[in-house]
């Protein structure tokens, strides 16, 4: 694991439930890669990690990540050990509680272990070029026209909405 990608995310959604769409920048030497998608009815939430887990699903060997995302509720659940005190309690919060999106927060983690990754935090809509550009790659797969069925949100069996509103 040497080589450095620097990964920015950010997330969007229209109405939360509503339509959604995530935007990618990666970096790493003198390369760049952008990546988006969108789905029919979301949460911004789950455009957030899904964000995150497409810019590392993305890598084609081990590496080095600094992955910067505007989200509180993925820079917090990661870095402070929520997400994995949630998996390790069978995706429960408490005891009758069942986390949101547990199949989000499985896969990022699971991708986190393939790589050494740092999340940081940084603050939305403040100028930031690249998460300008994520937003802006975010919002315009939100509104593209035909958009796919988020599997994990509109399936019964899962619980319905975010952990908690930011």
Aim: glycine share 10%.
């Amino acid at each position: 694991m040497s080589e450095l990608v620097e990964i920015y995310t950010d997330g969007a959604c229209k109405g939360n439930p509503g339509p959604g769409g995530y935007g990618v920048v990666l970096i790493s030497n003198d390369r760049k890669k952008e990546l988006s998608g969108g789905f029919r009815k979301t949460t911004n939430n789950r455009m957030e990690l899904l964000a995150c887990i497409v810019g590392l699903r993305s890598l084609k060997k081990p590496c080095v990540v600094v992955l910067t995302s505007d989200s509180k509720y993925v820079v917090n659940a990661v870095e402070k050990g929520w997400a994995k005190k949630w998996r390790s309690n069978g995706w429960k919060l408490s005891p009758s509680k069942p986390a949101k999106n547990p199949d989000l927060w499985a896969e990022l983690l699971d991708l986190c272990d393939e790589h050494k990754v740092e999340f940081k935090w940084v603050k939305g809509h403040n100028n930031h070029p690249e998460n300008e550009r994520c937003d802006e790659l975010a919002v315009a797969a939100s509104n593209e026209k035909e958009l796919p069925v988020d599997e994990g949100f509109e399936n019964p069996g899962q619980p319905e909405g975010d952990l908690f509103s930011l």
